[in-house]
């Protein structure tokens, strides 16, 4: 479960509205999931800011890098190909962004969010192995380095999304 905060710097004058923040001392439950709230949600701080935090589960964080991290695959590969004319970008581009879209889909729905998973997870495995690859290869740090930092990252949401559903 990961965790934000969200930090709303106020004027003095605006501190006696009420806010879409509000105080919770227990938790609430929603779709059969419990989601503790803090005590200090909505607590106006003595510097005249509003503080609101929330719990994101992990998984839910899953479709959403999906779709991003397609999008990027998708305008790298085209964006190598009008620059370079590199067709092996241009494919390499248009398969992630099939993939990336099949897994989108798959894990919005409950049956085959497990499935949708895993095939975010095998697909930004695969572009982590290109990517590394690459940089090994190239010893440039450019394109392929913020890439496979990136593909880590989409990896390891893939992952921990995918160990939470089976736990």
């Given at each position: 479960?990961?965790?934000?905060?969200?930090?709303?710097?106020?004027?003095?004058?605006?501190?006696?509205?009420?806010?879409?923040?509000?105080?919770?001392?227990?938790?609430?439950?929603?779709n059969g999931m419990s989601y503790p709230?803090?005590?200090?949600?909505?607590?106006?701080?003595?510097?005249?800011?509003?503080?609101?935090?929330?719990?994101?589960?992990?998984?839910?964080?899953?479709?959403?890098?999906?779709?991003?991290?397609?999008?990027?695959?998708?305008?790298?590969?085209?964006?190598?190909?009008?620059?370079?004319?590199?067709?092996?970008?241009?494919?390499?581009?248009?398969?992630?962004?099939?993939?990336?879209?099949?897994?989108?889909?798959?894990?919005?729905?409950?049956?085959?969010?497990?499935?949708?998973?895993?095939?975010?997870?095998g697909s930004a495995f695969l572009f982590?192995?290109?990517?590394?690859?690459?940089?090994?290869?190239?010893?440039?740090?450019?394109?392929?380095?913020?890439?496979?930092?990136?593909?880590?990252?989409?990896?390891?949401?893939?992952?921990?999304?995918?160990?939470?559903?089976?736990?």
């Open positions: 479960m990961a965790s934000c905060s969200l930090l709303v710097h106020q004027p003095r004058a605006a501190l006696s509205y009420d806010y879409y923040c509000y105080e919770r001392s227990k938790s609430t439950n929603f709230f803090s005590p200090r949600i909505g607590s106006k701080t003595r510097r005249g800011s509003l503080e609101c935090k929330c719990q994101v589960q992990l998984t839910e964080l899953a479709p959403a890098t999906s779709a991003a991290y397609g999008a990027l695959l998708l305008g790298g590969g085209l964006f190598a190909f009008s620059k370079s004319g590199s067709k092996g970008s241009l494919y390499g581009g248009l398969t992630g962004a099939a993939l990336m879209t099949t897994a989108y889909f798959l894990m919005r729905a409950q049956e085959t969010k497990a499935f949708g998973e895993a095939l975010g997870f982590s192995s290109v990517f590394g690859i690459r940089l090994a290869a190239s010893r440039k740090l450019t394109p392929a380095g913020p890439l496979l930092g990136i593909s880590i990252c989409a990896l390891s949401v893939f992952l921990f999304a995918y160990l939470h559903d089976r736990i």
